[in-house]
């Protein structure tokens, strides 16, 4: 994402300039408030609405506390293997020339392009009640949806490029002539790989990371379509939010999603200083 | 490997990388996918065209498909003011501004949903004061286009930024020196550089749409023949256990996300093709 603005060249303006330059920041700023600001604010008002005290008491609720444990939980499954994949997927792709490159390109980006339902509906097709697995499961009473491992199946469809599209162009731009001196010199695979790779992609690859994290912690449709939304056992937080808003427990509701905002938050500003990083090193 | 495969190279691991990426992709993406495709498939013709042709259907893509082209032509105008003033205007907090375009990206749907019901439903902050003007944006299909234009903004302004700065300010510059308006040198000279990067950026935001689901189910009102979104008739139909009918559907959105994938093929290429001719 070309997100760091470079600094603007400045020009002396007319008068006329002045004004539709006035005018474009203006509708630039009350688009962005409208559709960016107020919605953050309302959830802090909404959040914080009947005052601090009832604001933390509703961290209190084991069901809350659950969801919170499971968000946590399936991220520390998928995010570590969606970022063992896309080092393996961005190593392969930069580092070697091979037939059918770009089709593979192209399947890795796939889940971006479909609708999270369709991400749990497959899940669901597979491994639900009627689905092609369901009888076999059943038998052996396995569940996958409705309970732990389908949330985690769901959750890893929709970050699963996160990680690999971030690295595939930054190592293609880095090229392979470091790696290939150390090799030749004699060094091992993995040593190559983490005293040479590794260092050079690092800030990419923790962006890639946070996005991931990002989007593993709040999924919702895709989630929400293999959870079976049992309270306590499989509500992530995103699904535990939908619950307490639909009971009219506002305060619970946005309490909860102003902790997921606060991640969001965290992600632009992790995101925002990478960004820096690498915009001083190229200057 | 053999060497029609791929070009010899001295680094190890490519078997291994390569391996484990095919077979991750494959078991979690691909065959689950197929196995869609399938279950579809296995349906016969009337049947799926039954389902597909439904009136309720029918009137879930009208909904899916007008409010994500109606939000992402929004994105497109306003999306392209922000991007400009980004990249054209120096003024304080401009980073700030900058960084928080991504917000959309990061803030899980579910937020971006009760959020956005709260602001705009008739007892919210600004839904009060388009009560008193007649208008109803939550739980209307107002509130669908509403949800998509949030979400689809950052395709917009991150595809047209870059292109924005490539830009070449001496054409400008020579056209004004040679007495073009401003509004001239716009039309002329800017947005013909910036189109195939306002058009991919548009795609993006049309394609994220019609698939967008929870950001919009808490602000649409979710009334069948109204209000309701296809991906949501897909839930539905779930939670009714019709496997058939959510296949059928969750395969006709498939391929819709197939055809954009291919329509943003199309206009990358033909940017690309457009940025070559132009610098020979």
């Known amino acids: 994402m070309a997100g760091a603005a470079p600094r603007v060249e400045a020009r002396p303006l007319t008068r006329g300039a002045r004004l539709t330059r006035a005018v474009l920041i203006g509708v630039s700023l009350a688009f962005l ?33 659950a969801a919170i444990r499971l968000t946590l939980l399936v991220a520390a499954i998928v995010v570590p293997l969606n970022t063992i994949f896309g080092i393996c997927a961005a190593w392969a792709i930069a580092k070697f020339e091979f037939k059918g490159k770009s089709l593979l390109i192209t399947l890795i980006d796939l889940p971006f392009a479909v609708s999270p339902v369709i991400a749990g509906l497959v899940f669901v097709l597979l491994f639900g009640a009627h689905g092609w697995f369901g009888e076999w499961l059943q038998e052996r009473d396995i569940s996958i949806i409705f309970a732990v491992p389908g949330i985690v199946l769901a959750t890893l469809f929709v970050t699963f490029p996160y990680v690999a599209r971030e690295l595939i162009p930054l190592m293609q731009q880095q090229g392979s002539e470091e790696e290939e001196a150390a090799i030749t010199l004699g060094a091992s695979a993995w040593v190559t790989f983490l005293r040479v790779t590794l260092p050079k992609i690092r800030w990419g690859l923790l962006y890639g990371i946070i996005l991931c994290n990002a989007r593993a912690m709040g999924e919702f449709g895709a989630v929400s379509v293999v959870s079976g939304h049992i309270r306590g056992l499989t509500t992530t937080m995103p699904l535990h939010v939908e619950i307490l808003y639909n ?6 509701a946005f309490a909860v999603a102003s902790l997921l905002a606060l991640l969001a938050i965290l992600t632009l500003v992790v995101k925002t200083a990478v960004e820096w990083r690498a915009g ?4 | 490997m053999a060497g ?41 013709w009337q049947d799926l065209l039954a389902i597909l042709l439904d009136e309720r259907a029918v009137a879930s893509y009208r909904l899916s498909f007008g409010a994500a082209f109606l939000a992402a032509a929004v994105n497109a105008v306003f999306g392209f003011i922000v991007a400009w003033s980004l990249v054209r205007y120096e003024f304080p907090g401009r980073k700030l501004v900058d960084a928080v ?13 009760i959020a956005l019901a709260a602001v705009f439903s008739p007892t919210g902050w600004l839904g009060q004061k388009l009560a008193l003007a007649g208008v109803q944006v939550a739980y209307t299909w107002l509130g669908v ?9 950052p395709f917009v302004v991150r595809s047209v930024q870059p292109a924005l700065v490539e830009v ?36 993006l935001a049309f394609a994220r749409g019609i698939g967008e689901y929870g950001s919009v189910v808490f602000i649409s009102g979710n009334l069948p023949y109204q209000t309701e979104i296809t991906p949501l008739l897909i839930v539905i139909k779930l939670e009714q256990y019709d496997y058939d009918g959510a296949a059928a559907l969750g395969f006709f959105m498939l391929a819709m996300s197939f055809v954009m994938l291919f329509a943003i093929n199309l206009v990358q290429t033909w940017g690309r093709r457009r940025q070559a001719g132009a610098g020979r």
């Open chain 1, 247 to 252: 009971e009219y427990n506002f305060v619970a």
């Open chain 1, 280 to 283: 001083r090193r190229r200057a």
């Open chain 2, 101 to 113: 375009i991504d917000l959309p990206f990061a803030l899980p749907t579910a937020v971006s949903g």
């Open chain 1, 33 to 65: 408030g409208l559709l960016l600001a107020a919605p953050l604010g309302a959830v802090l008002a909404k959040a914080l609405a009947k005052g601090w005290q009832v604001y933390l008491e509703s961290f209190a609720d084991p069901d809350t506390q």
């Open chain 2, 168 to 203: 070449q300010r001496d054409l400008e510059d020579a056209a004004e020196t040679l007495g073009a308006s401003p509004w001239q040198v716009f039309r002329r000279i800017v947005l013909p550089a910036v189109m195939p990067a306002l058009l991919t950026g548009f795609t």
């Open chain 2, 145 to 153: 286009v509403v949800a998509l234009i949030l979400i689809g903004l």
């Open chain 2, 4 to 44: 029609w495969f791929r070009k010899p190279s001295v680094l190890p691991g490519f078997g291994l990388t390569l391996g484990f990426t095919t077979f991750f992709l494959s078991t979690l993406v691909l065959v689950p996918l197929a196995a869609l495709v399938f279950k579809a498939s296995s349906l016969s």
